[in-house]
């Protein structure tokens, strides 16, 4: 039976950048992906300025930045509340958040996957595509069982790695618990074209009437865009006129350069999913460790997968070439680490959740009373820096229940 240092379940980003991070430190690697093309999942296409640095150390930036990676330089908030001039003159540079880091990195999911796996492959990592995982094992010798190719092999490893996504197969099958927040609101998403007139470095965000919107260029004139709206319209946009429907709403009285949302194209599928974050006490047993979703994941109205992932995978990769004890031990430092960045992104998602995405009489008054509080006390908005710096930046009292009743008072 072959056998390998790692034998990682998930050619996603989580997956193929460890594949390639491990690859290039030498150490024997098989790569499994189930795919045999990557396709717009809609998710995963925007890292945080904290996100980027990890990439940077991971040594994986450059990489990015040739396959068309796209920086955004500022920020707006836009809110029914309030007049569009007065927004976009308030934009938020997003230069200041990390060191040579000039901002947020957007890059499409198919693109950003692809670029990895060939990169784990260039590296010297196996890599194999069509994988169906028939089963996995933990222990003291690691195991998976797959097919490929309609033959079916069995491959042992000093180490599994679980980056199978949210529904991850190695998770269940070493028996790690995941723990899930109830869900707060529908979030739709949607890859547009043929929007040329949106300025290419600006992301936007604004809540108007029963709709929240997200928007992420990605340059050349595509999207990437986001909607929230409440539990109770789940069929607010299916159907095979839901993409129009879905592009209407964004059409905003206090974002006027929306109009060239209306007027774009869809390049992709519009999909939609709840917004709820979960999480896993001990991403790691006997024989294995979880990165990325397979661990865990942030309500997405963050937009912090990525970025998660990212460290995930710097942590994990350091502490595997840092020594050869590759035990339950080594990694209690990456587990103690994720479970407080998690626990202060979820309580960051709950408030931006509540401001951005709840609506109504009582909901938009709340609001409109955060962004004129938080105009002359800045200190109310101090959560938004664990979004754009790092949860581990923001100072601890942020993230606590006397913050959240400053925040939400009327």
Same mark, same amino acid.
Request: aromatic share 8%; with cysteine; glycine share 12%.
């Given at each position: 039976?072959?056998?390998?240092?790692? $034998?990682?379940?998930?050619?996603?980003?989580?997956? /193929?950048?460890? /594949?390639?991070?491990?690859?290039?430190?030498?150490?024997?690697?098989?790569?499994?992906?189930?795919?045999?093309?990557?396709?717009?999942?809609?998710?995963?296409?925007?890292?945080?300025?904290?996100? $980027?640095?990890?990439?940077?150390?991971?040594?994986?930036?450059?990489?990015?930045?040739?396959?068309?990676?796209?920086?955004?330089?500022?920020?707006?908030?836009?809110?029914?509340?309030?007049?569009?001039?007065?927004?976009?003159?308030?934009?938020?540079?997003?230069?200041?958040?990390?060191?040579?880091?000039?901002?947020?990195?957007?890059?499409?999911?198919?693109?950003?996957?692809?670029?990895?796996?060939?990169?784990?492959?260039?590296?010297?990592?196996?890599?194999?595509?069509?994988?169906?995982?028939?089963?996995?094992?933990?222990?003291?010798?690691?195991?998976?069982?797959?097919?490929?190719?309609?033959?079916?092999?069995?491959?042992?490893?000093?180490?599994?790695?679980?980056?199978?996504?949210?529904?991850?197969?190695?998770?269940?099958?070493?028996?790690?618990?995941?723990?899930?927040?109830?869900?707060?609101?529908?979030?739709?998403?949607?890859?547009?074209?043929?929007?040329?007139?949106?300025?290419?470095?600006?992301?936007?965000?604004?809540?108007? #009437?029963?709709?929240?919107?997200?928007?992420?260029?990605?340059?050349?004139?595509?999207?990437?865009?986001?909607?929230?709206?409440?539990?109770?319209?789940?069929?607010?946009?299916?159907?095979?006129?839901?993409?129009?429907?879905?592009?209407?709403?964004?059409?905003?009285?206090?974002?006027?350069?929306?109009?060239?949302?209306?007027?774009?194209?869809?390049?992709?599928?519009?999909?939609?999913?709840?917004?709820?974050?979960?999480?896993?006490?001990?991403?790691?047993?006997?024989?294995?460790?979880?990165?990325?979703?397979?661990?865990?994941?942030?309500?997405?109205?963050? #937009?912090?997968?990525?970025?998660?992932?990212?460290?995930?995978?710097?942590?994990?990769?350091?502490?595997?070439?840092?020594?050869?004890?590759?035990?339950?031990?080594?990694?209690?430092?990456?587990?103690?680490?994720?479970?407080?960045?998690?626990?202060?992104?979820?309580?960051?998602?709950?408030?931006?959740?509540?401001?951005?995405?709840?609506?109504?009489?009582?909901?938009?008054?709340?609001?409109?009373?955060?962004?004129?509080?938080?105009?002359?006390?800045?200190?109310?908005?101090?959560?938004?820096?664990?979004?754009?710096?790092?949860?581990?930046?923001?100072?601890?009292?942020?993230?606590?229940?006397?913050?959240?009743?400053?925040?939400?008072?009327?």
């Amino acid at each position: 039976m072959q056998a390998y240092d790692l $034998v990682i379940v998930g050619g996603g980003i989580g997956g /193929a950048a460890l /594949a390639t991070v491990m690859a290039q430190a030498g150490r024997s690697v098989l790569l499994l992906e189930q795919s045999e093309s990557y396709q717009d999942r809609v998710r995963g296409e925007w890292i945080a300025p904290w996100g $980027v640095d990890e990439v940077k150390r991971l040594g994986l930036y450059d990489l990015l930045r040739a396959a068309g990676g796209h920086h955004l330089a500022r920020h707006v908030t836009f809110d029914e509340g309030k007049d569009p001039a007065a927004a976009e003159a308030e934009a938020l540079p997003l230069d200041i958040f990390r060191p040579e880091v000039p901002g947020p990195l957007c890059l499409g999911h198919p693109k950003h996957c692809q670029t990895l796996f060939d990169a784990a492959t260039a590296a010297g990592a196996e890599t194999l595509r069509g994988v169906r995982v028939i089963s996995t094992s933990a222990g003291a010798a690691p195991s998976v069982t797959f097919e490929a190719d309609g033959q079916a092999r069995e491959v042992r490893a000093r180490l599994l790695v679980g980056a199978d996504g949210r529904t991850s197969q190695v998770r269940e099958a070493a028996g790690i618990p995941l723990h899930q927040d109830p869900p707060h609101h529908w979030f739709a998403g949607l890859l547009i074209e043929g929007a040329p007139g949106w300025q290419e470095d600006l992301q936007a965000i604004g809540t108007e #009437g029963d709709f929240g919107f997200l928007a992420f260029p990605q340059g050349g004139g595509r999207i990437r865009l986001y909607g929230g709206y409440a539990l109770d319209q789940a069929r607010r946009f299916k159907g095979p006129e839901g993409p129009r429907r879905f592009l209407d709403a964004f059409a905003f009285e206090s974002a006027p350069g929306n109009r060239h949302i209306v007027e774009g194209e869809p390049a992709g599928p519009l999909l939609s999913y709840i917004n709820a974050d979960a999480w896993t006490d001990r991403p790691f047993a006997p024989g294995v460790v979880l990165v990325g979703d397979a661990a865990g994941w942030n309500d997405p109205i963050l #937009g912090l997968g990525l970025s998660i992932t990212y460290r995930d995978v710097r942590i994990v990769s350091d502490i595997l070439k840092a020594s050869d004890d590759w035990s339950e031990a080594a990694f209690a430092s990456y587990a103690e680490e994720r479970a407080e960045r998690l626990r202060r992104l979820r309580f960051a998602a709950r408030l931006q959740s509540a401001l951005d995405m709840e609506f109504g009489p009582e909901a938009t008054a709340r609001r409109h009373s955060y962004h004129a509080r938080g105009a002359a006390d800045p200190t109310l908005k101090l959560h938004g820096l664990a979004v754009m710096a790092g949860p581990e930046l923001a100072q601890p009292e942020i993230f606590t229940e006397a913050h959240w009743k400053r925040v939400m008072e009327a």
